[in-house]
């Protein structure tokens, strides 16, 4: 029977062999989850033995990460600006990148008064509840086109018991007439944008595991970034903004793209990498 820390050396030596990254690190996660404790715990229970149960659920995880599967699809739930949200396979995990995103709309609203924001391509909801719930006098509207996705931002949004400051919509942007969802403030996406050839050399975690409509566009990395801040336009009240996240070197490209279609005053703000990651413009 192993004791948790003869578990995580051993865990530690199968992953690097697999080629897992920062394999102890993962090693600690999982096991923390399988011993519900936060990971730095474990170093308070080196000692501990195993059950049978746990270390057969031990196993099922490493076998399961070992073919790169995901950390938090497989431990079910990931932290997102300070808040826990469940994850699935129908769902594009929420990145740490993605916090920029949500604090740059927190800090550039006045949170004085109402304000209506449309989320496109809601996911697991990360966005949307994140802003709904530290933006006082806010209303979210998520449109996702998965009805898979939404049924885990809705089990998000319980969790955060939220309902009655977001909802969420399953709708094609390509293709759904979205001018009935009403007049915005704000309208923010982390859209799919990663290019059809580039996708062919992502990480196997994203190719192999994460949904594909969510990560890539199978263009040139720009669709949804036209097409959004053309419906943007028509959907924003006068003097809103629209928030994009950005892949690595798009910031000019979609800047372009929000000049084009009449945005003004665009800002970029760079992630901890000093990488532009978030866009933002108003309108006119």
Known sequence: MLTVLQAIQKTTDYLAQKGIDSPRANAEILLADILRCKRLNLYLMFDRPLTKDETEKYREYLKRRAQFEPLQYITGTVDFFGMQFRVTPSVLIPRPETEILVETIINSVDVKNKINIL?????????????????????VTGVEISKEAIDVALSNLK?????????FINADILNDDLSK?????VIVSNPPYISGSEFENVQKEIKDFEPQIAVTDFGDGFLFYRVISKLAYKLLNPGGKL????????????KDILSQN???DIIIVKDYQDIDRVIYGIKK
């Open 119 to 139: 989320d496109i391509g809601s996911g697991s909801g990360n966005i949307s509840i994140a802003l709904a719930k530290n933006i006082e006098h806010s209303f």
């Open 159 to 167: 969790m955060h018991s939220l309902e009655d400051k977001v909802k």
């Open 181 to 185: 969802a009403g007049k915005f403030e």
């Open 243 to 254: 928030f994009f996240e950005l892949g690595i070197h798009q910031s000019e490209k979609v």
């Open 262 to 264: 009449n945005f003004t």
